[in-house]
């Protein structure tokens, strides 16, 4: 029992001294375990586009294409008569969610970080087929700028939550857990955070611009 109060002090210690130092430091060891997590987020890069593939060459059944229809519908509604800041701010927040649960609810055996990387690729790919159709294929220099910052975040954060989800698979378990919670808290509040900002603001910008 003293064997494994002096563990949890010790690995208490080590994560609290992790998250001491300059914002340099830190950002530096986001960077480090996005690194060591990069077949991971290569796996959830693969499945983004291949399901962008899917959404835009096979044949979507009526009934899902329907239900997306109206979403998109119900999102253009939302927004119509936002502001530039009421944009960005709605962009923001959506994002923010989005990624927070696509990463933390990994920790069930990754398989929500997997079906949120599906659903995104499919609807894109359906997005953007039906957008080459309506205004022709250079509209997709107008839809490239919303994901140069907005897409990376997105990959990090799900590949992240698909390697949250393994630690079900090491020797020891609760101390694989807390080192991948841990990084993954502070991937999130140093790199994914300011990529979805930076994402939000010129995405509602080109969106109010070219309303």
Known sequence: MKINNKKKSFLKENYSKSFTGSLVSQ?????????ESKNFIYAILIIFFLFILIGAFV????????KILEIIEELL?????MSAAALVKFIFFNN???SFLGLFLGIGFGFFSLATGIINGYI?????????????????WRLL?????????????LGLGLRLGTFIFKKNKME?????????VRVFVFVIFPLLLVAAIIEGSLIFLFR
């Open 96 to 98: 923010l969610q989005s």
């Open 176 to 184: 694989a857990l807390r080192k991948y919670f841990f990084e993954s």
């Open 124 to 140: 894109l790919g359906f997005v953007i087929l039906r957008s080459v159709r309506v205004e022709g294929v250079l509209v997709l």
């Open 59 to 66: 044949p979507t059944p009526g009934i899902l294409e329907q």
């Open 27 to 35: 950002y530096g060891k986001s960077w480090k375990y996005i690194k």
């Open 77 to 81: 509604r939302k927004t119509e008569n």
């Open 145 to 157: 700028p919303h994901g140069i910052f907005e897409l990376p975040a997105l990959f990090i954060s």
